[in-house]
């Protein structure tokens, strides 16, 4: 079936370092791929998606790359900033009706 | 005002108690979702509705019924608490004339205690 994997978090990082958070999916056919954030207290929003191989997705400074053949989509940022402390989640769809389907979320702490 | 609002924030009840969690949305979308968030697992889906008179199961449906009272409320319920129902309940929204584009609305989140 279809699945995301996330590394384990929590991720603790100093302000202004590079962020990589690793993403892994196992689908049929070729889904859509998402990056979620959630900051304390609040739901979760989108952040970035790609909807096809090699596509970049980018927001906010994040940007993850739709790899179908290590079929990953790694977040990543070239400086952290203590604002983006959040849970960040991967997520897959398919069937075209917004199921989601997410990772288990990977917590991101930034120190300044 | 949240275009996604979520009812009540927190509750804490006992082991066999019916709850009601309620959602309302002000976007104008047609498609809502009841997630349940759990530590390590992500969130899973319980119940969508892609109308008032469509409504269907996810994955985690057992345990779990909704309501949708009109286009702008979806409301879940927990017909006899159990303590593993503990959890964060997010309701979420999407539009209609954008399959697959993944973009969903969430609220705040309810956090629901079973005692």
């Known amino acids: 079936g279809n699945s995301v994997t996330q590394m384990e ?6 302000e202004e370092a590079f962020l990589t958070i690793n993403c892994t999916y196992t689908a049929t056919g070729y ?50 900033q203590v604002s983006d402390s959040a849970v960040y989640f991967c997520a897959l769809s398919r069937g075209g009706y917004n199921k989601l389907i997410f990772g288990a979320g990977t917590r991101l702490a930034v120190h300044p | 005002d949240a275009d996604v609002t979520q009812t009540p924030r927190n509750r804490i009840t006992k082991t066999g108690k019916r709850i009601m969690l309620e959602c309302s949305q002000t976007k104008g979308h047609d498609r809502m ?30 345990g779990y019924s909704v309501s949708r009272q009109a286009q702008a409320k979806f409301s879940l319920s ?3 608490a159990i303590p593993n129902q503990t959890a964060l309940y997010f309701c979420a929204t999407s539009e209609t004339d954008r399959p697959n584009t993944g973009e969903l609305f969430f609220g705040e989140g309810s956090r629901l205690t079973v005692l």
Do not use: C, M
């Open chain 1, 9 to 14: 978090g929590p991720v603790t990082l100093s």
């Open chain 1, 31 to 80: 889904p859509s791929l998402f990056w979620y954030v959630q900051y304390p207290g609040e739901g979760l929003q989108l952040l970035l998606k790609a909807t096809k191989a090699d596509d970049k997705g980018s927001n906010k400074g994040f940007e993850a790359t739709y790899r179908k053949e290590t079929t990953s989509f790694h977040l990543e940022k070239g400086s952290v």
């Open chain 2, 33 to 62: 979702y009841w997630y349940r968030q759990d530590p390590g697992l992500g969130l899973r889906l319980i119940y969508y509705s892609f109308d008032v008179k469509d409504i269907n199961k996810g994955e985690i449906s057992d």
């Open chain 2, 78 to 80: 927990l017909e006899s």
